[in-house]
């Protein structure tokens, strides 16, 4: 009883904080930012978290988390219910960064790292290659040995924010001899050092959220090593799951709250008749199974959450979650996108801070795909589901 007690004076402490913190009107100050815009909001609304103990709750204690599952399962509820500006920029230091370093990382480089992250330091992941997307294994980039530094010449691509970033999480071949998955190893790579040139890509929705990244005979120190040499591949799954689990509960409380909120508003919106979609009996059951799947949703993040801390979660629950997301991501806008007509085709932009759901449905339909895509696309997490979690035969070779 006392821990419910904590845990709903705490969700009272948190939207208390909310009220106060919050910019306003940051939706609208974000339409049309500029790059200097975007990154000085972006790392001012991170050390405001910082500030109240908020921003990496699922660090380790002695580099400044430490807090409870259901303190953090109530910090991202609240975050998502008062429409709070997403950590895009931090994204990948906060998560993947500091989940791959705290794994592996030797004791100098989390010294150096974890704290810089804290002050704003920004990542970058440098995994997928044009040849090589989903089949990360079959990656091309290559590190030589030669003395104290590695010489890395390559391409990667999709890699999100690169132009911002400070450091680089990257996988190169280290011995092309080996099976593709057993010659891989993972460094650190700082984005000043020379011979690296970013390109970001300008996308449909007018973006330019990707970017190329060019290697050139690029010198990264051996002591950027991550782990062990050609050991990388095995390090690189435990990154890439590290933006499950509480990552995945806050997206999913963002797309119940905003998301489904925006649904309903454009909904109820009356037409020149005064007639209002939601008053339709197909639509309203249309919104209603959307929002029993958003309560799955929620569930199957809870329960992601919980099983991993108490160490049960089976070896496919991260990839179901991750399908469940991203599927019904586009169902939802494009829904919005549906429903919100012609006028809705003439919303252009959207906040640079925002989540994956801002309300303008176009633009965030073209968004959701991405989600179905990176990170393993919803094919492959089909697979993952079909053979490591009900334990159907691998496909064959070549099929």
């Known amino acids: 009883m006392a821990a419910h007690s904590d845990v709903a004076a705490f969700r009272t402490e948190v939207r208390d904080w909310c009220r106060a913190n919050i910019p306003s009107g940051w939706r609208d100050a974000q ?77 100098a480089q989390r010294d150096r790292h974890l704290p810089a992250i ?34 890395v010449t390559g391409q990667k691509v999709w890699a999100s924010g690169a132009q911002y970033a400070d450091w680089c999480l990257l996988l190169a071949r ?3 001899d080996a099976p593709k998955r057993k010659g891989i190893s993972y460094f650190v790579m700082d984005m000043r050092s020379p011979g690296i040139e970013v390109r970001p890509i300008r996308q449909a929705t007018g973006e330019s959220h990707f970017c190329e990244i060019f ?26 799951g590290a933006e499950r689990g ?27 008749t005064g007639r209002r979609p939601v008053d339709d ?18 569930s199957l993040c809870r329960d992601l959450v919980e099983r991993h801390v108490a160490g049960t979660a089976g070896p496919a629950d991260a990839s179901i979650v991750k399908l469940y997301y991203s599927e019904l991501l586009q169902r939802i806008t494009d829904f919005g996108a549906e429903i919100s007509g012609l006028t ?39 697979t993952i589901i079909g053979e490591r979690g009900l334990g159907l035969p691998r496909e064959p070779a070549g099929a």
């Not at 204690?61 to 950590?87: F, K, N, S």
């Not at 959307?290 to 929620?298: A, K, S, V, Y």
């Open 118 to 151: 804290l002050d704003g330091e920004l990542w970058v992941q440098g995994f997928s290659e044009p040849g090589a997307g989903s089949d990360l294994a079959a990656l091309r980039t290559t590190a030589r040995r030669d003395g104290d530094d590695y010489v």
């Open 281 to 298: 009996a197909v639509i309203a059951d249309r919104l209603a199974r959307l929002e029993i799947e958003l309560t799955g949703l929620r």
């Open 215 to 240: 290697l050139d005979q690029v010198r990264i120190p051996a002591a950027n090593l991550l782990g062990a040499e050609n050991r990388g591949w095995q390090l690189a799954q435990q990154t890439l």
């Open 31 to 107: 339409i049309g930012a500029t790059d200097a815009e975007f990154v000085a909001f972006q790392q001012d609304w991170f050390q405001r978290l910082r500030s109240a103990g908020y921003a990496v709750p699922h660090w380790p204690g002695e580099y400044g988390g430490g807090m409870p599952i259901p303190e953090q399962i109530v910090l991202y509820q609240e975050l998502a219910a008062h429409d709070a500006p997403r950590l895009v920029l931090a994204f990948v230091a906060i998560h993947h960064a500091a989940a791959t370093l705290l794994a592996a990382g030797t004791s």
């Open 344 to 382: 809705g085709q003439t919303v252009l932009q959207k906040p640079m801070s925002g989540g994956w759901e801002s309300g303008a449905w176009v633009l965030d339909f073209l968004g959701s795909w991405e989600w179905t895509i990176p990170g393993g696309s919803s094919e492959i997490q089909r």
């Open 246 to 272: 509480l990552t995945m509960l806050e997206l999913a409380e963002r797309l119940g709250n905003a998301g489904f909120g925006w649904l309903l508003d454009e909904c109820r919106r009356p037409d020149p």
């Open 174 to 176: 280290t011995d092309p």
